[in-house]
């Protein structure tokens, strides 16, 4: 049996999935001017934006899920479909919470240094 929607309650469905989509998921790009655009859905290669905000972005970029920091990312379009501009990883690194040390930390080492205040 075949379904047949109307074109104008077709379009409204899919803005519809559209606008759910992005109100359930809290992932966002940030480019380094600082601005940022909602990730409609992410896999393990890449990540798929509304074409309309994802004109401007390419090149280094950082991925977060609400405020965290989740990971920097190179990354690339590599093509336009079914309502999405899908963007693959190139090179992506963890985000941390801490600095990177060039030394070996040792594990009797003190966390902190008082100093005398007579």
Not at 52 to 62: K, N, P, T
Request: hydrophobic share 35%; proline share 5%; net charge negative.
């Amino acid at each position: 049996m075949d379904t047949y929607l109307p074109q104008d309650i077709q379009d409204g469905l899919d803005r519809a999935r559209k606008a759910a989509a992005l109100r359930s998921n809290k992932l966002r790009v940030e480019m380094p001017d600082g601005s940022w655009r909602p990730i409609m859905r992410a896999w393990e290669g890449g990540f798929a934006l509304e074409p309309e905000r994802a004109s401007q972005i390419r090149g280094l970029v950082d991925l977060y899920d609400g405020v965290r920091h989740m990971s920097r990312c190179l990354i690339v379009a590599s093509s336009q479909e079914a309502g999405e501009t899908q963007f693959e990883y190139k090179r992506m690194t963890d985000a941390s919470g801490t600095q990177p040390l060039d030394f070996v930390r040792r594990s009797d080492a003190p966390v902190g240094l008082l100093e005398d205040h007579s």
